[in-house]
């Protein structure tokens, strides 16, 4: 297995002349990349044991979001507690990947009780390296390393992160450095890889004990602060306070700093401005660029989701700070004016947001997005197993967290909403709790709703599951001497007691909730789990579409709903190309606007078919009671019978919705959702005009989408036989008919 490898420099946004700003990536060889993987996931079971929670970056379970979550916290307490003077220090350290000295890596790893076979095998690929270097693609002769991780290399965050955890201890351990703290505990630092913030008080000497720990460590370790980059955050301090912090420990403090991507100030009401409405800004400045674009309809629903979606996600996962819903009318309104091109909408925003496979265009619903992130930060609340954030977050709370989700205790304690996050996320909660919720939840532990409130909490709160007994068809609290070890004394039981009286009433939850199913069992995937279940009940008046009411008036029977839902999962898959998928939707909605439709909308005194100037020009007849377009279909339709070999039913469903159930066999399935998808485009070509559409034109554009699917089956790899068979007989039908060899 080779070493070496190769380094291209990667050129920061600013200052480009200077050296400093080219940041080295490795290019290893594959064999190096993995045998390091393995060691990686190997490694990453003992650093889940050794790492403390504070670091968060490259370990499972662990999110930047909880980094940010702590900062905005602290400064919620900082901002009641004015007495307490603090200073939030934001770490940079220089050319941190770079600068780790291997032998002190070696000797940490040996320390942590890796084993000597791990040992060995970082031996292999971190005793000697070489590398040759990239610059203006030219490159150098080989260069040998002998310190820092690669940028590149898959165990090479996780080698940082298991260094850097002795200078994070040693902060931790040391007395003298006080952090912001809350009963017993103190939030004296959070990291995410380098990315350090030390949470302080007593500013002063904490720092400057914190500042001699990172130099001592520095000259073993080969880590190095950056003193112009590190920047400060001051807290109840006054301004000549500041000064003399500036020059005691030679740090700057400022107003404003960029911590994971989020702005922050050391008022948090600076949030809302400082991080959505300047993402917001951004995005709409790139929509009024994308909208010169020829994207359609689809298109413009696949930018939102690629550029826009991913942005803000990473706000409502960082940022749970929204508590009222006026900024998602804004952006909706924007997103709506993008993706129709500024005209009126021809159908409903909750359709375009709802899921495919109820046929809708999966827009993506801001607003239910942010929603579905918090309850991924109410889920703490809801488990109170997190007693780190929980103690902060809760720090002048009155009450147990259950008191106030279940017990609505926020009638006696006001105060709990006067503070930023648990304003924002109760008021989520109280939107959705008799949705998810309408008995008395599982989860839900009156032990520690009606506990005395303490600033650090206990840990194994028991559940309503765990107390609860069936007595017949009801249910009943336990005996004492059964709750004995769960409760602290006979007067706590009474108390608990008297709530599940209370509760009763209500009833409980025998089966597991929704909630409990997609957000509190699942480790994984808590998001989306959550957004499909909001969107779910969100767009639940829509089941039924008026536009699907429309369809069974003109076609003159019903058309069942599991056809409908074949036609949004299946149906529409027949092809990759957008266009025609686009076409299918736009006709199941009656997007085209018809004689009838322009006449009302315009007071117009002409509303006569374009065709035949003879009858009012509905959607239905344009498309396919019109006399001029019944001929066409009837062209089509023979043709289409050529190809097949075999004599069909000619139902409006399956020529103008591709709903096609038994009318052909399944293997010519394919080549009839084609046939009939190029005869409504072409038909859509020539929409307002009296002419019609040719017969060779409709067997040049299904020759097209024969070549688009040829080539897509070649993409996707798919095997050749089967789209061959697709097409077989329309290959023959041209031979025959019309003496064409090669397609």
């Known amino acids: 297995m080779s070493t070496r490898g190769e380094r291209m420099f990667l050129q920061s946004l600013i200052f480009e002349t200077q050296l400093k700003n080219y940041r080295p990536i490795s290019l290893l060889n594959v064999d190096y990349k993995i045998f390091a993987d393995i060691l990686a996931k190997r490694f990453k079971r003992v650093l889940m044991e050794k790492i403390h929670r504070d670091q968060a970056g490259f370990l499972p379970k662990r999110h930047l979001a909880d980094n940010v979550r702590n900062v905005i916290d602290i400064l919620e307490k900082l901002e009641v507690n004015i007495n307490t003077k603090a200073v939030l220090i934001f770490v940079d350290a220089e050319k941190a990947f770079d600068n780790i000295s291997w032998s002190f890596m070696r000797k940490n790893l040996h320390g942590m009780g890796v084993g000597q076979g791990f040992e060995n095998g970082m031996a292999a690929i971190y005793s000697e390296q070489k590398a040759k270097l990239i610059v203006n693609n030219v490159v150098t002769e080989e260069l040998k390393i002998e310190k820092g991780t690669r940028q590149g290399c898959p165990i090479s965050p996780l080698l940082f992160i298991s260094v850097l955890e002795v200078l994070l201890n040693m902060i931790r351990n040391d007395q003298q450095i006080k952090g912001v703290q809350v009963g017993a505990k103190h939030y004296k630092l959070r990291a995410f890889a380098d990315d350090l913030v030390l949470t302080l008080q007593e500013p002063n000497t904490s720092t400057k004990k914190a500042l001699e720990i990172i130099q001592q460590f520095g000259q073993v370790a080969g880590f190095k602060l950056n003193k112009q980059k590190t920047k400060v955050l001051g807290k109840n301090l006054t301004d000549m306070e500041k000064e003399k912090f500036q020059e005691e420990t030679g740090l700057t403090v400022v107003k404003k700093v960029k911590y994971l991507g989020v702005y922050l100030t050391s008022k948090n009401l600076n949030l809302y401005k400082d991080n959505y409405e300047k993402c917001w800004s951004e995005i709409k400045r790139d929509l009024e660029i994308w909208s010169n674009l020829k994207l359609s309809m689809l298109g413009r629903i696949a930018v939102i989701k690629m550029n826009v979606l991913p942005r803000m996600l990473f706000l409502f996962q960082t940022l749970q700070i929204l508590d009222k819903m006026e900024c998602f009318k804004r952006w909706q309104k924007d997103i709506s004016r993008f993706v129709w091109q500024g005209k009126k909408p021809r159908i409903k925003f909750k359709i375009l947001t709802d899921a495919k496979e109820r046929g809708g265009f999966a827009l993506p619903d ?81 032990v520690e709703a009606k506990a005395v409130k303490k600033l650090n909490m206990e840990v194994g709160w028991p559940k309503y599951w765990e107390i609860l007994e069936q007595d017949g068809d009801k249910w009943k609290l336990q005996s004492y001497d059964k709750l004995k070890d769960k409760v602290q004394n006979w007067l706590q039981y009474y108390q608990v007691m008297e709530l599940f009286k209370q509760d009763r009433k209500i009833g409980f939850q025998v089966d597991k909730s929704k909630l409990e199913i997609e957000l509190l069992e699942p480790n994984t995937k808590n998001l989306s789990r959550m957004y499909n279940l909001l969107l779910k009940w969100n767009t639940q008046d829509e089941t039924v579409k008026s536009a699907m009411i429309k369809w069974a008036q003109d076609i003159g029977h019903d058309i069942m709903f599991a056809d409908w839902e074949q036609l949004w999962t299946t149906g529409v898959k027949f092809t990759a190309c957008n266009a025609l998928r686009e076409n299918i939707m736009k006709m199941i909605y009656r997007w085209y606007m018809t004689p009838v439709k322009l006449a009302k909308i315009y007071h117009l005194p002409d509303n006569k078919c374009w065709k035949c100037k003879e009858t009012e020009g509905t959607f239905y007849h344009l498309w396919w009671t019109c006399p001029k377009i019944k001929a066409f279909w009837e062209m089509i339709y023979n043709e289409i019978k050529k190809v097949l070999k075999c004599t069909f039913a000619k139902k409006p469903e399956a020529f103008l919705l591709g709903i096609v159930g038994q009318l052909v066999t399944k293997r010519d399935r394919t080549f009839f959702m084609y046939a009939t998808t190029a005869a409504r485009i072409l038909i859509a070509k020539y929409w307002k005009t009296q002419d019609l559409p040719t017969l060779e034109e409709w067997q040049m554009k299904v020759m097209d989408y024969m070549t688009l699917a040829e080539m897509t089956g070649r993409i996707r790899d798919q095997q050749k036989e089967t789209v061959e068979e697709e097409w077989r007989k329309f290959k023959s039908y041209l031979k025959d008919y019309y003496k064409l060899n090669e397609c």
């Open 366 to 446: 801001l607003k239910l997005y942010y929603e579905a992130a918090a309850f991924c930060w109410l889920k703490e609340w809801m488990l109170l197993e997190n007693t780190d954030i929980l103690d902060l977050e809760g720090f002048n709370n009155v009450f147990g967290w259950h008191a106030y989700l279940w017990y609505d205790k926020t009638k006696q304690h006001s105060a709990f909403k006067n503070h930023i996050v648990r304003k924002a996320l109760f008021n989520v909660w109280m939107r959705y709790k008799d949705l998810l919720e309408n008995k008395t939840p599982r989860w839900v532990s009156p």
